[in-house]
C-alpha cells in the first residue's frame, strides 16, 4: 500500500520560509516523479514543482520560480520543497504526489498559511 504524508506546513508571515516535507511508503521503486501541488480555498488544485526520479531534473511553476527548490533522497524515500520569500497567495494546502506511468498517488495535504 502507498503511501505519502506531507510535514512541515504552518503559519508563517510574509517574507518568511518553510520547508515541507513528504515521506513515501510502499513504493515499489524509486523511479517515481514526484511532485508538490496546492489548492486555495475556491480554486482547482495547482501544480507547483516536480522532481525526476533521479533528481536530474526539475521543473517549477513560474509563479514560484527563484523561490522555491525540490529535492528528493531516494534512500530515505523523502521529497522536500523548500520555500523561501513567501507570500499570501502561496496559502493554500499543499500536496505531494509520485506519479509512474499509469499510478499517481497523493497525499493527505498539509496547510501552509501566509499572513501580511
Known amino acids: 500500500q502507498v503511501q505519502l504524508v506531507e510535514s512541515g506546513g504552518g503559519l508563517v508571515q510574509a517574507g518568511g520560509s518553510l520547508r515541507l516535507s513528504c515521506a513515501a511508503s510502499?513504493?515499489?521503486?524509486?523511479?517515481?516523479?514526484m511532485g508538490w501541488f496546492r489548492q486555495a480555498p475556491g480554486k482547482e488544485r495547482e501544480f507547483v514543482a516536480a522532481?525526476?526520479?533521479?533528481?536530474?531534473?526539475?521543473y517549477y511553476a513560474d509563479s514560484v520560480k527563484g523561490r522555491v527548490t525540490i529535492s528528493r533522497d531516494n534512500a530515505e524515500n523523502t521529497m522536500s520543497l523548500q520555500i523561501n520569500n513567501l507570500k499570501p497567495e502561496d496559502t493554500a494546502v499543499y500536496y505531494c504526489?509520485?506519479?509512474?506511468?499509469?499510478?499517481?498517488?497523493w497525499g493527505q495535504g498539509t496547510q501552509v498559511t501566509v499572513s501580511s
Open positions: 504526489n509520485a506519479v509512474r506511468v499509469v499510478n499517481s498517488y
Open positions: 510502499g513504493l515499489t521503486s524509486s523511479s517515481y516523479t
Open positions: 522532481i525526476s526520479w533521479s533528481g536530474a531534473y526539475t
